[in-house]
């Protein structure tokens, strides 16, 4: 039980490395990038690529694909999301699935359709565990992906709290056109997020790589994965993403005890619950109910807004 | 003079809001642009200020041209624009609010502690989130932001909108200490026209051009 509940919190930094970038560029560029989980899949590449044909050791590979899938995710927020995102609503998301199928497509065209797996090339590391009192036993690799998604994301919040580029992508965040009144060039802001954002894709494939089997059609599952940790999480602050993800990997890691399907299962009962929460909560705190009058959080208002300014740009 | 604006013409669609628009303005000077809701005074400003593409004619500030220039590079060359409503950063502080343009416009005399010399009552509010504050206090950051970014020319954009007597009071006083300064042009749209004539004062110039409603 406490040992199922271990592994589903542990679990649950991978989701939240996942589910950041998804959540930053949904937060501060408006953007809703389908193909998040297959740029996590082609970064868990490039670090496999690094390893077995450049002979780089693997965390070296992971420290160098970093910078090169930021860079990335720069280049196609310049060359690309930014004009979609001036089609309208429906353009970014048909944009992103046809950028997720080419990448699929093109891994499988680079790398073949077998699974890959980082596990050969890291050692012991893949079923070295930690023993600790109680007879609990924790795996190494979760220990340091966790580790490692408190320290990207505490790093990044500190970031986005106290530095430049963190006042200046809060601002755009908050009001683009202001922003831009304020000296800030909001294309520079947004493109440092999606750089950020797919570096962060990248790493969380790196991760994904190490523990677990990948094939160039894994992305879109992934994808669902951040989808379900962001909404649990609300896309307010970093470490409501964090906790979506540790809500999301315990619901995952009890699920499996029961079932082997349980697995997918029960996140995704955990999901539709929050979900169907908080459109709930807002639809009766539109309508003035009494629910309206109790203080409610504002995650939700930020989830609404957007959906409803997209749409108001595409008809005019 | 500091900024000169000839022939401008901008729009929405088929209407068009600006018209053949020709003024210009020097440090020190304060020019008001008055007109009915609908004449199409916010959109000059928009325009001005470059969250609005002009159709034809040219903004010359200080010497050089910026009708080609993207709002935030008009920022760094020395426009700042108040606009309409405030549009304050509402999940920031009062200070991040001032800090943001503070960092991404032009260096000079206007910093943290020059602009809170000048809007003393910002001082006791400077970590309160902006989304709290009162219409004049916003109003008054709003000012102090466009004034971080160390405009030559300041866009006002309906200030006075929405504020009490007495913040309509303290807000003027304001802008008068600051058109006294003398390094600074204004360009300020006002409902009110009273308050507007006893601003402007002689001197300062008539905006010419035409527009049809």
């Known amino acids: 039980m406490l040992d199922t509940l271990i592994q589903g919190i542990l679990l649950g930094g991978y989701y939240a490395i996942l589910a950041a970038g998804l959540s930053l ?39 160098v694909v970093v910078p090169v899938m930021a860079l990335l995710g720069w280049v196609l927020q310049a060359t690309l999301f930014a004009r979609t995102i001036k089609g309208g609503f429906l353009l970014p998301l048909l944009t992103t699935f046809g950028l997720g199928a080419v990448l699929q497509n093109g891994m499988f065209g680079l790398f073949g359709s077998d699974t890959k797996s980082l596990g050969n090339h890291i050692g012991n590391l893949s079923w070295a565990s930690w023993s ?83 094939n160039p059609y894994a992305g879109p599952t992934q994808l669902i994965f951040a989808f379900e940790a962001v909404v649990i999480g609300g896309i307010d602050s970093l470490w409501g993403t964090l906790i979506g993800g540790i809500v999301l990997g315990v619901a995952q890691s009890f699920g499996a005890t029961i079932s082997a399907q349980g697995f997918q299962l029960a996140g995704h009962l955990v999901f539709l619950g929050v979900l169907g929460a908080r459109l709930y ?8 109910g009494w629910r309206g009058v109790l203080r409610m959080p504002r995650a939700r208002q930020k989830l609404v807004a957007p959906l409803k300014q997209a749409t108001s740009e595409g008809r005019s | 003079m500091m900024l000169s604006v000839s022939n401008l013409v901008a729009g929405h669609g088929l209407l068009t809001a600006v018209r053949d628009v020709s003024f ?41 041209d910026v009708t080609a220039l993207r709002p935030s590079h008009r920022v760094a060359s020395g426009i700042a624009m108040v606009p309409e409503g405030r549009r304050l950063f509402v999940d920031m502080t009062v200070r991040e609010n001032l800090q943001v343009a503070g960092e991404n416009g032009r260096s000079g005399a206007w910093t943290l502690p020059t602009v809170l010399d000048a ?41 006075s909108l929405g504020l009490s007597p007495v913040a309509i009071e303290g807000l003027y006083e304001q802008l008068a200490s600051l058109k006294g300064r003398g390094d600074t042009a204004m360009v300020v749209v006002e409902q009110d026209l009273d308050r507007a004539m006893a601003f402007f004062r002689s001197g300062d110039l008539p905006a010419r051009g035409s527009h049809r409603t």
Do not use: C
């Not at chain 1, 490692?148 to 908050?174: D, E, P």
């Not at chain 1, 909560?281 to 003035?288: K, M, N, T, V, Y």
């Not at chain 2, 020019?31 to 000059?44: E, S, Y």
């Open chain 2, 119 to 159: 809007l003393p009552s910002l001082a006791p509010l400077l970590n309160v989130l902006t989304g709290g504050l009162s219409g004049g206090q916003r109003q008054a950051v709003a000012i102090g932001r466009a004034l971080m970014s160390n405009p030559k020319v300041l866009l006002l954009d309906e200030v």
């Open chain 1, 132 to 214: 600790l009192p109680f007879g609990i036993t924790v795996g190494q690799l979760p220990v340091i992906t966790f580790a490692v998604a408190v320290a990207v994301l505490g790093s990044l919040q500190l970031v986005l709290s106290f530095s430049k580029l963190g006042r200046a992508i809060r601002a755009t965040a908050s009001d683009p056109e202001a922003a831009e009144l304020s000296g800030i060039d909001a294309r520079a802001v947004h493109r440092a997020a999606a750089a950020i954002a797919v570096a962060l894709a990248g790493l969380a494939g790196a991760f994904l790589a190490m523990r677990a089997l990948i």
């Open chain 1, 281 to 288: 909560f807002a639809h009766s705190r539109d309508l003035g």
């Open chain 1, 25 to 63: 560029m949904f937060g501060v560029v408006r953007f809703i990038n389908l193909a998040h989980g297959d740029l996590a899949i082609f970064g868990a590449y490039l670090v496999l690529f690094a390893v077995e044909a450049l002979g780089l050791s693997p965390w070296v590979a992971v420290a």
């Open chain 2, 24 to 64: 210009s303005v020097g440090a020190g000077q304060v020019l008001g642009v008055i007109g009915a809701n609908g004449a199409g005074k916010t959109t000059l400003f928009r325009t001005l200020a470059g969250v609005h593409p002009a159709i034809s004619g040219s903004i010359v500030l200080d010497g050089v």
